[in-house]
């Protein structure tokens, strides 16, 4: 590794550090712009209530005094109590919720990466070909349609015209709507990314210096061309987890699944304060850490690139 | 003696001036130098190569028809969006009116029908709570074609200003402002809207009851004020990083050299030359805009009830997916026709004024 690259992939640290950072702050001080505090939304309990609860969140004392406290929980993986959930731990419910929220997007990451690659590489070689229009026509359409349009439209036609799914996410079988729903944006995505850097590299120099010291087909094209034609694919990966992670709030709350998507949702619709901050911080950190992860591996996969 | 209108003979070996390069042009000659066509402005090329683009033009017209429907249809048609044809005041809440299937009638409008009057159909029936879905649907489309014009408007307008400005002056300002830019671009901007507009909503609302803009909405302001805090950025980069490379012309030394102010090369150079880069990502921006908002609107943090939104209509439908389908489908590709013409059409922008995609 030379000093440029690292010096790169430390500046890049810094940059995710401090934005982490800032989103513990800008979610902190956000919520506690809600006047009246998170209590006051409830049907009004008496003063003395209010500040015996106010005293058990540690409401009661300055804001500063809050905010290094919940920095510190933080740093311990400690996100504090649920206001709405009575007795339970938010960390607890993300952790709970993630598990499950981990199995459906993971699944839905690769399926979309390896089935975008696949028929991206199968347009670019049949380039203008029927099977070539099929494939952009079709990822084209996708690519418009938002994440909850595809999981109701797909809960339409499986689970209540044809019925071969079921709509709840609990029962077995039940991820794999969910799974399409998510799959299919970033796959048409990863498609047509795939589909313009194998055009492009099919059209090199080298491709066809392969091809003319008699290189099988095959070879050239998995070692010479999709090798080269994939790098672009890999910077797609982090803004796709991103997709993945705000449409799974949505798709989790149309199936019923019960992972972290639907445990935010319905913490945003119950005004369950601590599990917003805690599903945002969290979150907000994962997708960080995905973006750092897919650009660092762009420039250590191509090191033509200029590192900025 | 020699004729003293002919030329005088050159000597091909000698250095004299060849006389015949200095006799006066011909008319034939003149003829030759008059512009064969007119001048070829950047946009009028933009704008040939655009309309010979039949799938971007196909777009353009679904786009104005959608566009022309949703701001017309609405003075003429008979019922509004919010109405409830069942309730009517004095009276008792006719049931019949809910849940009525595409043309349809209610109990009344049917008495009315059987004495000889003529009734605007339902043409997609009416929800549960008895309002015209027809009319629910075009005002949804209304908003989610407003959301993303002022979306863009407001990336527009902050992005370019933003962008120049650091691009131009360069050096230190351009590191600190890149680095704020940076900072928010990796921003997961999903979830800090879904944050902002939970607040937002609790904040703004005391605060603007009965002003102006009460009118549209908590919900719709909290939306535009994301807009304006986060999405600019990537525009700002864009611009940011064609100025700096116009920035090294000729032209801009021969201007700041004549004593131009920053702004006028800024207004009169450097944006009109990156014009291209501008119009493609704001055609980008309006899809997305309108992506986010039907997003909000289906988690129900979009435009406050009972104004409907494309995805608030798509969420209430969702209850009753397995007696009224139709309720779901119709939003769905309302959206879905907006976005696809706007990929679509941006791609064709893309192809028409990209400079470097020139053949």
Known sequence: MDSKLALYIVKRLTLAV????????????????????????????????????????????????????????????????????RGREVTTVILQGFKVSLRLGGTAAVIALALG?????????????????????????????????????????????????????????GLILPIISLSLYPMSYTTRLTRSSMLDVLS?????????????????????????????????????????????????????????????????????????MGTTIFLGTLIIIMMLVSDILYKVFDPRIQLG | MNNTNEMPKKNPLGFQLNLKDFEKATDEEKAQQVRMSESMTFFKDGMRRLRRNKIAMTCLSVLILISLLVTFVPMVYPYTYEQQLGVAQGKRIDKTYNNLKPFEYGKTELEHIANGEKIFPHIFGTDAAGRDYAIRVIYGARISLLVGFFAAIIVLIIGVIYGSVSGYFGGRTDLFMMRIVDIIYSLPDMLIIILLSVVLNQVLTPKIEGTALDKIGTDMISIFIVFALLYWVSMARLVRGQILSIKQNEYILAAKSVGSSPWRIIKKHLLPNSMSVIIISTALQIPSAIFTESYLSFLGLGVSIPMPSLGSLASDALSGVYSYPYRLIIPAIAIWLIVLSFNLLGDGLRDAFDPKLKK
């Not at chain 1, 929980?73 to 400690?78: E, F, N, T």
């Not at chain 1, 049949?126 to 938002?146: C, E, Q, S, W, Y």
């Not at chain 1, 044809?162 to 709840?168: D, K, L, M, Q, S």
């Not at chain 1, 803004?239 to 998507?261: D, N, R």
């Open chain 1, 117 to 173: 690659t696949v028929l991206g590489s199968i347009a670019a070689i049949f380039h203008n070909r029927m099977i070539d229009k099929i494939i952009m026509v079709v990822t084209t359409g996708l690519v418009a349609m938002p994440s909850f349009i595809i999981a109701t439209l797909l809960l339409l036609v499986f689970c209540v015209w044809v019925g071969i799914f079921p709509a709840n996410g609990n029962e077995p079988g």
């Open chain 1, 204 to 276: 090199q120099d080298y491709i066809r210096t392969a091809r003319a010291k008699g290189v099988k087909p095959s070879k050239v094209l998995f070692k010479h061309a999709l090798r080269n034609a994939v790098t672009p694919v890999v910077t797609y990966a982090g803004p796709m987890i991103a997709y993945i992670i705000t449409g799974s709030l949505v798709v989790e709350k149309i199936f019923a699944v019960p992972g972290l998507g639907k445990e935010f949702v319905s913490s945003i619709i119950n005004r369950d304060y601590t599990m917003i």
């Open chain 1, 18 to 85: 401090v934005t982490i950072f800032l989103i513990i702050t800008i979610t902190f001080f956000v919520m506690h712009q809600v006047p009246g505090g998170p209590f006051l939304s409830e049907k009004a309990p008496s003063p003395a209530v209010t500040k015996a609860l106010e005293e058990k969140y540690g409401l009661d004392k300055p804001k500063s005094e809050q905010y290094v406290t919940y920095l510190k929980g933080i740093m311990k993986g400690d996100f504090g109590p649920s206001i709405k959930q």
